[in-house]
């Protein structure tokens, strides 16, 4: 009987991505390179089409880098379709995934609605970073059938993909999840659902200190994000990763785990609500730890 639903559950041709930001063109667009049928939808048909102008201009540049052919770029393009009805864009979709602001009662709200609108059969997915799986999936009727999906961004190029099975979770329905990652070309770890997950928990760890090293003047951001990359490794220091995911969402982020955990190294350093204060949200506002 499991391999049954097993291969039931991985059997997915059509996948939604709500929310077209950030993250969910980036998302929608590994979905359609995979061969999904992609759709996209979102409430802000501007968002739309700024997303399928950054799909368009990665796919671009991946041909002139040669990584793929422009038949496969046209191809990928073609299967992405974008709709501002959420009903209409999730209603035959074997696979949703959210990807919307990273707030509690956004997603309770939207995974309402998507219960209501897509099939039995249906994978909801969320791409929180950080929030309750288990408090998102009771927000349905089919909890079982809700896993959390964490993309990291950019999504086209990071090779990660968190998967989080709470209490409720159907086996087959995680592992149908980590086959859809796999088919999109990444990597997948899977990480129990408790605040902040396995990436998030050590992620923010280190951003928050790194912060609070530029508050006390141990060195400059650049030569803190320098010695991350040249002395462990790491392809992107913690203050540059800080500013592309935006400093507004690491401060969202870090508060819910100080007061999920109770935990003193979670606490936000000054410099990080200061700079949030003050709009310096990194990249997307041309300015946080780095001038963009």
């Not at 299967?79 to 959210?98: G, K, N, Y």
Request: charge should be neutral; hydrophobic fraction near 45%; glycine fraction near 8%.
């Amino acid at each position: 009987m499991e391999s049954q639903i097993t291969n039931r559950e991985s059997k997915i041709r059509r996948v939604a991505v709500v929310g077209a930001g950030t993250m969910g063109h980036g998302i929608a667009q590994v979905a359609a390179m995979a061969g999904y049928q992609t759709r996209l939808t979102d409430a802000s048909a501007a968002a739309l089409t700024a997303a399928m102008s950054r799909i368009a201009s990665n796919l671009t540049g991946a041909v002139n880098r040669s990584k793929i052919t422009q038949e496969d770029a046209d191809a990928a393009t073609a299967r992405i379709v974008t709709a501002a009805d959420l009903a209409a864009a999730v209603s035959d979709a074997d696979l949703v995934i959210e990807a919307v602001a990273e707030s509690l009662g956004v997603k309770e709200k939207l995974f309402q609605q998507l219960d209501a609108a897509v099939s039995d059969t249906a994978i909801l997915a969320t791409n929180t970073s950080s929030l309750s799986v288990t408090r998102i999936a009771n927000a349905t009727r089919r909890p079982a059938r809700v896993v959390g999906m964490h993309f990291f961004n950019p999504v086209h190029i990071m090779k990660l993909v968190e998967v989080i099975a709470h209490e409720q979770s159907d086996p087959a329905v995680v592992a149908a999840a980590r086959e859809a990652a796999g088919r999109m070309g990444k990597t997948t770890i899977l990480a129990r659902d408790t605040p902040g997950f396995a990436s998030s928990r050590l992620g923010v760890v280190l951003g928050l200190e790194a912060m609070r090293m530029v508050e006390q003047g141990v060195a400059s951001a650049a030569d803190i994000d320098t010695a991350m990359e040249l002395g462990y490794g790491h392809p992107m220091g913690p203050l540059r990763l800080t500013d592309l995911v935006g400093l507004d969402v690491r401060l969202d982020i870090a508060e819910y785990l100080h007061r999920e955990l109770r935990d003193p190294k979670f606490e936000p350093p000054r410099i990080l609500r200061d700079k949030v204060q003050r709009g310096e949200l990194g990249k997307k506002t041309k300015r946080g730890f780095y001038e963009w």
